[in-house]
Nanobody, 124 residues
Framework: EVQLVESGGGLVQAGGSLTLSCAASGFTLADSAIAWFRQTPGKEREEVSCISNGDGSTYYADSVKGRFTISSDSAKNTVHLQMNSLKHEDAAVYSC?????????????????WGQGTQVTVTS
């Protein structure tokens, strides 16, 4: 059974850092791309980052470029999202999603598998 399980969310002060993890089971990361999305109530879901595990290429939304880093740990079949210099507008439910192949112009529904999400709250 394919599963994606996020962890690492929580409370963090503005300017602080947090690392989210997306643990995959039931498939090998190497054949997939993993994206991180975030959503807040009343806002459209936003893709913030993606990694193509076939060649390690990455994508970042402009809103997080230079502050977030996505990485893949093939030994643990886990993708991490290191988030630095967090802002209040980064607060959201962060979810990971997997698709066979490469990062591309995919919407949330285009992905093959999805995690349940983890809450990130940024305090003053």
């Amino acid at each position: 059974e394919v599963q994606l399980v996020e962890s690492g969310g929580g409370l963090v002060q503005a300017g602080g850092s947090l690392t989210l993890s997306c643990a995959a089971s039931g498939f090998t990361l190497a054949d997939s791309a993993i994206a991180w999305f975030r959503q807040t109530p009343g806002k459209e879901r936003e893709e913030v980052s993606c990694i193509s595990n076939g060649d390690g290429s990455t994508y970042y939304a402009d809103s997080v470029k230079g502050r977030f880093t996505i990485s893949s740990d093939s030994a643990k079949n886990t993708v991490h999202l290191q988030m630095n210099s967090l802002k209040h507008e980064d607060a959201a439910v962060y979810s990971c999603a997997a698709v066979w192949g490469w990062c591309s112009y995919y919407d949330w529904d285009d992905y093959n598998y999805w995690g349940q999400g983890t809450q990130v709250t940024v305090t003053s």
